[in-house]
């Protein structure tokens, strides 16, 4: 968590993320649309057509956005201003992994807290909060998958997937992810939320 500046003298797709990221509500929808794409895969896009990406964009766009608004929240309920940016070599990276068949990386951007210094627990409540609501979607679609008839049950199940899938992969503890955060601020936190998002997504796997 971390100031984010914003370099005067860049060109190219740098210098357009940069400027996309004066205003808040773009960067989240750029981000979105970028997770959507990401998730389906250049392959998949191709093969399966356009209506098949507006599905998982759909599907993407909860566990993305309730994510993200998460840290925002937790942030602002301590005092603290904080926004969502996209980070543009991440972004970037992200990107081209939509052209591998099997693995992926979704590291387009985070919410940025202005703050020099923050307290450990503080700190790892905010990085919590966007995983653990996607633990709650996966474990509420879970439920309500059971008990809706099909097609809406398959939907639920995928919705379920792909935010257990999220948490898990937010929870890793390497940098710059969520999961880094917790790990260094409480191991035993980090354990218990790792191991329920691992749950959750050998349940829907």
Same mark, same amino acid.
């Given at each position: 968590?971390?100031?984010y500046?914003?370099?005067?003298?860049?060109?190219?797709? +740098?210098? %357009?993320?940069?400027? &996309?990221n004066?205003?808040?509500?773009l960067?989240?929808?750029?981000?979105?649309?970028?997770?959507?794409f990401?998730?389906?895969?250049?392959?998949? &896009?191709?093969?399966?057509?356009?209506?098949?990406?507006i599905v998982?964009?759909?599907?993407?766009?909860?566990?993305?956005?309730?994510?993200?608004?998460?840290?925002?929240?937790v942030?602002?309920?301590?005092?603290y201003l904080?926004?969502?940016?996209?980070?543009?070599s991440?972004?970037?990276?992200s990107?081209?992994?939509?052209?591998?068949?099997?693995?992926?990386?979704?590291?387009l951007?985070?919410?940025?807290?202005?703050?020099? +210094?923050?307290?450990?627990?503080?700190?790892?409540?905010?990085?919590?909060a966007?995983?653990?609501?996607n633990?709650?979607?996966?474990?509420i679609s879970?439920?309500?998958?059971? %008990?809706?008839?099909?097609?809406?049950?398959t939907?639920?199940?995928?919705?379920?997937?792909?935010?257990a =899938?999220?948490?898990?992969?937010?929870l890793?503890?390497?940098?710059? =992810?969520d999961?880094?955060?917790?790990?260094?601020g409480n191991?035993?936190m980090?354990i218990i939320a790792f =191991?329920l998002?691992?749950v959750?997504?050998?349940?829907?796997t």
């Open positions: 968590m971390y100031l500046p914003y370099p005067r003298r860049r060109y190219g797709v +740098v210098s %357009i993320i940069e400027a &996309l004066r205003n808040e509500v960067a989240l929808m750029i981000s979105l649309l970028a997770l959507a990401i998730y389906t895969g250049v392959f998949s &896009l191709i093969r399966r057509g356009l209506g098949y990406f998982i964009l759909l599907l993407t766009a909860p566990s993305f956005l309730i994510h993200e608004l998460a840290h925002r929240q942030a602002r309920h301590y005092g904080a926004r969502y940016v996209i980070f543009p991440w972004f970037l990276v990107l081209l992994t939509a052209f591998l068949p099997f693995f992926r990386i979704i590291a951007g985070s919410v940025i807290i202005y703050a020099y +210094v923050l307290p450990r627990d503080v700190n790892v409540k905010i990085a919590l966007g995983p653990l609501s633990v709650v979607m996966a474990a879970i439920f309500f998958s059971r %008990i809706i008839h099909y097609p809406i049950s939907y639920l199940y995928v919705f379920s997937n792909i935010n =899938l999220y948490a898990l992969f937010n890793l503890p390497i940098p710059p =992810l999961g880094f955060k917790v790990f260094k191991v035993r980090w =191991l998002s691992l959750f997504f050998l349940l829907t």
